[in-house]
């Protein structure tokens, strides 16, 4: 994903994701923005279902999506 | 609270919501609003007239984005709103959401709501809901949500009166609960769990087998049920995250019928400041520009109030000596009270400056930008990017900053900040560093515009902050300690931070140090004092023993005067301390004085200078050398002949102070932030190895 694409949350590996991901709106079926990246790639700068985020992608990448 | 008629009112919200300014509206305390997560870390309290008859008592709970938490500070909320017998149990729980995150807002009152506690829903920020171009159909969202809901602004004072008396009318609201959770999950389960506990809420019991390791309301055999539940883990997270899908399903169901955005205002102030402050090149420069101006303003400004209390302390040790009739008394009050409060009082300012500057960068919301530019560069050293805040903060005080490092949710990378920071030079050293460096620095530029004075205090700036990042990178490699690392954080709205909250933080902030650990400087100057004018036999013999010396000490009777003095303070109860431990420190350079100034300062660096200026306003009469640093300046080695404070053992006591665990206070904050004397002890003893081999060899090579 570049920055400034849009991807559906298709599925989260539950067993991985902590639920404060989840609790902050980061949930099948909504809408992700890649906002930024940090300079060194990593950690990532998203917008998910209204909030302003940043993970690292470790935790990206258990999050599948599917782009738009 | 004795108060029977007080209504107990709970706030509970979001991290920047504005639930801080709504509690200083409501009980016109003020305190912090911060943009950083969990900023409201110490339990506030305050009232509120509801009416003329009415108060309520208010709570002001830490920020949290749900009930179930993942930091000690979210904790607080579960624990306050789950057990009837808190003392901050409350009679009606205040939600405060934002008016642009509501979503996730509601997320956490569809918790709360689930507690049959009764709930009001505050969105606040309501002067912003035409220029966001957002519609609310607020009947319809009382019905749908169960409860009654208020707009309000909290900054500009609208809606608060509306908010009182919805409080006030807490008992007719219903306690119905908003989400059936069990019916989503898995219906079977929880009948089975109802069937066991009857009496008790599900929704209760759910976040006892969720969240709680204790449940105050349970008996043994009740415990025992429990502790069964929580064995089967992937199952719990599995329907915990059921839940949370659930929830947000419903809330999106309500939101559809009752809230509207029309989309034209987007945020463009957010996405053009983001792109320059998080820019690969500027966003670091900008970091670093801001860095050097905080600590340039440490020094350079804070030096004229600094040498402004420093003189007036010691005119004032003059005056009380030359008016208060001679006495134990007026010795006590001239030289152990009077330089103790003026060796508190001298920090005021420099801690004064750092927290404004980390006021405004957290007010601001630029301290998330930060923590987000530096992560992958401090996981290299074994932090996280939210290392960064309590690394600034350690240069005021590692006992705010070893708390601040609650925010980091990994247990590995938040113990190595914890374990580092002390390392950090802290606004204690900066007297102790500022007088070394006065003495064996010569006032000179480099280059016309830099102050070589300057320059090793930033060389030591330095030196503290690579000792913190040598030793996590070794502690990340050498710790095995279990638990993964999760790093989330929220990148807040840019805002311009308010002055009111700004100032509040620092006079508070400042009050709490000042008062916590002035404490502890002010009762050992006292002691110091004591130790330093009464001594075993050979102290109370002084006199006759000098009497009979009369005739080999030559000269005017001032100086034999000053010689029985420093022969007194020798053979006090302190110099008998300073020179049991002199062969210890010999290698470094030290002789006993400096001993008496190491002795006390393990219970606080900053001592230091306090005891100095104890030991040596008891050896010195001299009404013209009244600063103490003009007193250390004219000390000499009684062996050599040399200056005693000369730059192989100025740099050997800088090097010392910057590696030391020199304070109590921090040992005591650490031993309760991890839970374990284990690691207080490895952190005093591993610093204090650190230093003593590193002070001598710059002592040997300098020498």
Redesign the interface.
């Known amino acids: 994903m570049k920055v400034g694409e849009r991807g559906v949350i298709e599925d989260i590996s ?2 991985h994701i ?8 980061c ?2 079926g909504e809408y992700v923005e890649l ?2 990246r ?6 990532l ?1 998203i917008r998910v ?8 992608k470790e ?1 990206a990448s258990q999050i599948l999506i599917s782009k738009v | 609270m004795p108060d029977r008629k007080a209504i107990k009112v709970a706030l509970v919200g979001n991290p920047n919501t504005g639930k801080t300014s709504l509690f200083n509206q409501l009980t016109g305390l003020n305190q912090k609003v911060g943009n950083y997560p969990g900023i409201t870390v110490d339990k506030k309290v305050g009232r509120a007239h509801l009416s003329d008859q009415v108060i309520a008592s208010i709570v002001d709970l830490p920020g949290t ?2 009930i ?1 938490p ?1 930091t000690i500070d979210e904790n607080i909320v579960l624990q306050t709103l789950l057990d009837k017998r808190h003392d901050d149990f409350p009679d009606v729980i205040v939600v405060v959401a934002d008016i ?2 509501i ?2 807002n509601l ?1 956490l009152y569809s918790q709360i709501k689930d507690l049959k506690i009764p709930t009001i829903l505050a969105i606040n920020m309501a002067d912003q809901i035409h220029r966001k171009g957002i519609e609310i159909d607020l009947d319809l969202l009382k019905m749908e949500l169960k409860s009654e809901v208020v707009l309000i602004s909290a900054r500009k004072n609208i809606g608060i009166e509306k908010l009182k008396q919805a409080i006030l009318k807490y008992k007719s609201l219903g306690t119905s609960s908003l989400a059936h959770i069990s019916q989503k999950i898995d219906e079977a389960y929880f009948k089975e769990i109802r069937s066991k506990f009857p009496d008790i809420s599900l929704y209760k019991i759910w976040l006892y087998i969720t969240q709680m390791d204790h449940y105050n309301d349970l008996d043994k055999e009740q415990t025992l049920i429990i502790d069964e539940y929580k064995k089967d883990k ?1 199952k719990i ?2 329907y ?2 059921k839940e ?2 659930f929830r ?1 399903q419903q809330i999106n169901e309500i939101l559809k019928k009752t809230y509207k955005v029309n989309k034209a205002s987007a945020t463009d102030l ?2 053009r400041l ?2 320059v402050l ?3 090149i500027f ?2 420069l900008i970091f670093a520009i801001i860095l050097m101006l905080i600590f340039q303003s440490i020094f350079d400004w804070a030096s004229i109030p600094m040498d402004f209390i420093d003189a007036v302390f010691a005119d004032l040790s003059t005056l009380v000596k030359s008016t208060l009739p001679e006495g134990q008394l007026t010795n006590l009050i001239s030289e152990g009270i009077v330089p103790g409060i003026g060796g508190i009082v001298i920090f005021i300012p420099q801690i004064a400056i750092l927290f404004l500057f980390v006021a405004i960068l957290e007010e601001t919301g630029y301290m ?1 930008r930060v ?3 530096m ?3 401090m996981r290299r050293f074994g932090m996280s ?1 939210k290392s960064v805040v309590p690394l600034i903060s350690g240069t005021a005080c590692a006992i705010p900053a070893v708390m601040a490092a609650r925010n980091i ?1 990994g247990w590995k990378e938040r113990l190595i900040t914890i374990l580092v920071v002390p390392f950090v030079t802290c606004s204690a050293r900066l007297p102790v560093y500022a007088i070394i460096i006065a003495l064996i620095i010569p006032q000179e530029r480099v280059l016309g515009i830099f102050s070589l004075q300057g320059l090793t205090l930033l060389g030591l700036y330095l030196l503290g902050f690579g000792m913190a990042m040598i030793s996590g990178y070794i502690l990340h490699k050498v710790l095995k300690v279990q638990g993964k690392s ?8 840019y805002k311009l931070p308010s002055l009111k909250n700004v100032f509040y933080t620092v006079v508070e902030k400042t009050k709490a140090f000042v008062f916590g650990a002035g404490k502890i400087i002010l009762a050992i100057s006292i002691i110091l004092w004591f130790l330093a004018s009464n001594g075993p036999a050979a102290f109370d013999e002084a006199e006759q023993v000098f009497e009979n010396q009369n005739d080999l000490v030559l000269g005017e009777p001032s100086n034999k005067e000053a010689a029985l003095a420093s022969y007194k303070l020798e053979h006090s109860y302190i110099g008998v301390m300073g020179k049991a431990i002199e062969p210890a420190i010999k290698p470094l350079g030290y002789d006993w004085k400096i001993g008496i100034a190491l002795i006390s300062s393990f219970a606080a660096r900053e001592v230091f200078v306090g005891s100095l200026a104890t030991i040596y306003s008891v050896g010195d009469d001299d009404e013209e050398n009244t600063t103490i640093k003009k007193r250390m300046a004219a000390e000499i080695n009684q062996e050599t002949g040399l200056k005693l404070f000369n730059v192989p053992v100025g740099m050997s006591l800088l090097v010392f102070y910057a590696f030391a665990m020199q304070c109590i206070s921090t040992l005591a904050i650490v031993k309760r932030e991890t839970n374990s004397w284990k690691w207080p002890v490895i952190q005093l003893i591993g610093m204090g190895l650190i230093a003593y081999v590193a002070s001598f060899f710059t002592y040997t090579l300098l020498i």
């Open positions: 539950l067993e902590p639920l404060s991901l989840l609790e902050m709106g949930l099948p906002l930024q940090a300079p060194l790639h990593d950690p700068y279902n209204g909030s302003h985020i940043a993970i690292r935790t | 984005y749900s179930n993942t642009e995150n979503k996730r997320l992937v997270k599995k915990q995250h949370t899908i947000y957010r996405t983001d792109k998080t820019h690969k966003g670091y998330s923590v987000f530019l992560d992958k560069i990017g949710s999760f790093f989330l954080i929220e990148m807040p709205d």
